[in-house]
């Protein structure tokens, strides 16, 4: 969370940051954005997440100020969402400095946008989405039987919302 921006810029030494972080690459993206590498994400989300509401969000990418001289603070998301609140990496927009625009698109897969792909474009898959069950549910049934997890789902989620086949658990 609070790695130096000018890391950014220093590829051996930002490759180290991002495998020791908690994790891992998948941190790579805000970096990717304060670099000026990516403008848009549209992150594709299992029907379990509800991390970041769907639809399309604006947010400025920047680092904070009062690092020592010839340095930059820490990359900061100026945004109302609250995932990047509860993770500490978010800041008001005019506390920021060197910041670029991102346009963030949320959904599922069958509602991703149809408009027109820009000419270049990254492509992460993120192999979580089709490796690993739902965790929250996961984490559920190793405290309570399978028969409570379900009333849960159900109460919460109703049928057919949410958790989608609660019955068709993925078995390793």
Partial sequence: VDMS????????ELHQALSNSETGIAEFILPAVYAGHVARVAWVRPPWSNQIRDGSHDLTVGSLPGAPEGDRGPLRVATALPYFADEGMSAPAIALEHVQPMALWVGECDAAPTDA????????ICLDYFSVNNPFRNDLESKLDANLVALIAEVFCGSGLGWRALEGKRTQ
């Avoid at 921006?5 to 051996?12: C, E, L, Q």
């Fill in 117 to 124: 792909m820009p000419e270049d474009w990254v492509l992460d």
């Fill in 5 to 12: 921006a000018s890391v950014v810029f220093r590829p051996r």
